[in-house]
């Protein structure tokens, strides 16, 4: 069984070493979304055919919350992003229960994977949303987030 | 049917004027979780009965996320936080399945409300968790993260 | 001739005192431009009207801009914005130059003027326009950028 | 004509995708400028002779300004910058008008100019300058700030 | 024996409730110090009587660090500080060591003591110089720093 | 005698420019400490054995600390850390004086050290034991604070 890499000899976390991994061209997706009511759903699409795009305001939380991930993930290591993008999608189920599913992608030439990088994307970009819309509605929900795929490190990873 | 209050007369979203509402005793509660493989589990367990306290570092991550939420959603409005506390419990499933169920709680004297900070106080813990055992389980599963509470302002809000 | 606050009897910059001072409801607005090509003017307006907003990012830019002011600013007090808003405008001269008239709009309740977030929020939005139609025109002269009017201090300001 | 880079095919603002591109020497250098009141400028000199240098609280916070470009443009990348300088000279036209002018120069070995970067710097400090002496003059103006000069990328630029 | 009061049930450390607290004018004080080798203290006073002031940077340093506090210290209250100041001074004992005294003064109106704000600035001041003078000599030390006073909490606090 | 490197030649602060030098993977250590009285002692040792453990919120902050180096410190090039790690000793002396021992190292594969990197981590780090333990003892002192180590620059440094 592997061990946590995260924590020294004293038992307390450290950011890892990776000076000898090499420089790669990684990425990383991730998802996120965001439940709403119906009239959320109606405002929303109101807005973005005339004026007042969440998804603008959500876009651009997203792209600059994958840039503080090393600001707020105490033991991820700093990365300069070289591509960094969010898209969103309403999913509407044959219950008529609304949500929007929001997809991250992150791209870096460096000596880490950016799944940390590409869940916070996601995850800022959902919180916004819950922001902007919490006068109409009260009980959205945000999630399941997860790792949609990732490539360019030791191993790629797929979500099955 | 009630329209959005953040987007100002071009349809940009703005930061609306607060400067007349009271200053109140405020606080919201969040919930988030990580699903997480049983290897994980026996790992956190064995760290925080010895050395190694993965939840440690996710409560100051999520302190801290707490104290950033402004600077991360856009439309926030910046507050002078007067307390804020992050819970971590297992629940484990039936069928075996493992969780983190993560609980914040934000307190301010302050003229607008805390959910959006209890919400990413909860929402970087959880990333944060993901984050130092992402090298034993890739399949982690953050979320449903949503607000459970929230008192102090023109009407409270309890999740049903 | 009045003197310097900002300086210690060693003659450093200090961050002058302001407990004494009183909390009432304070304004600014300030104003910037970016001048640019036909070709700017074209690209935006066509974005505008269907996708791709240049001044949606721009705006959330100009309101975080303002949240940031006392990270930027080196003897700026932090104050807890209680609305911020920015404006965009064409103006079109007969001559045919294509100028975008930024227009920002900050208030608090506190003890001190926001003149210096305004302009920063004129500035960060002005500063995000460069950056989004830089491929197009390299050319683009921002500003000038100034203080159009204040309120609520000891006097009020209104630019001439 | 060319069309925006920075909009994905949802039309919204995305961090473009620079990693295909090499890492070269780049250099940008930008200028602004604030016009001031004969007052101003005596207080300004007075203080740099002997004490209590407005420029030099300009020049720090012009060079902290530039290494927070990608935390404060929304769709710039974020670079490890190699050196920061900003120089302030006065000019005095034959009417007796005073202005500052600012100067920066950015330098980097990277994948992508430094011109947000260098007009960052040089409109930090003009804020810097317009804080430090607002006190005596609330009719200062900042700018106009451009590009003066870039090198290193696919083609050079120099303003005419 | 008292409890440390950082600590929830769980044995993880939370930001204390404050909520309760009255606003007061509180101020606090704290001392830290560089020793350094002659060559610095020369190359210092020749810059300071002239031109190149490490004193000038360390000072915009602490100021800014004062306002980092709750940014850098996870525990620590977000607070709108009202003043900061930091004084430096040469003690130049009879065996010719050279140290610089840095003294930082902080004033808020708020519910809970600036000590840890002004110790951060103290010790923001103290690298800073660390930094600026480290070509010219690596055996500087830095400390000890200390609080020197502290008014308008519950009691006040002066070092003996 | 050498020159300060970092002034323009106006006399103000500047960023060196480093992009000649080589990446090379370069190392620093540094320490600090912070004497508390033997109740705090206790209780630490207590929080440690069982719950509470003020060393692990330390060390987050001192990791986190090690990255906001080029935020704090002006002059200080950004550079995307390659690890980092922080330890506690305790020293208890004859006269059974207790002082808590902090040794920080960093590692990054760049073109400048890190011994900034690793002076702000120890300082970080005794910073936030001050902050938890303030309650208990007001006497506590931090420092001395010192570079032990440095490799992979120009010359190696070894602490006498």
């Known amino acids: 069984m592997s061990d946590f890499t995260h924590f020294n ?9 990776i000076s000898e991994k090499n420089d790669t061209v990684r990425t990383a997706s991730a998802r996120s979304s965001v439940s709403v009511a119906k009239e959320v759903y109606d405002q929303i699409q109101e807005g973005a055919n005339k004026k007042g795009d ?11 919350g994958a840039k503080k991930t090393a600001d707020i993930i105490p033991m991820c290591h700093p990365l300069a992003l070289n591509g ?9 189920s044959k219950e008529e229960t609304y949500s929007i599913i929001i997809t991250s992608e992150v791209k870096v030439k460096g000596n880490t994977g950016v799944e940390m990088e590409a869940l ?6 959902a919180l916004t949303i819950y922001d902007m819309c919490k006068a109409l509605d009260k009980e959205m929900t945000i999630g399941p987030t997860y790792v949609l795929k990732k490539t360019g490190g030791k191993s790629d990873y797929q979500r099955s």
């Open 9 to 17: 000899e004293q038992g307390h976390a450290k950011m890892v070493d």
């Open 54 to 64: 969440v998804f603008a305001v959500s876009q651009v939380a997203g792209i600059m």
């Open 84 to 92: 960094v993008d969010v898209q969103f999608d309403w999913h509407i």
């Open 120 to 125: 916070t994307a996601a995850s800022t970009a």
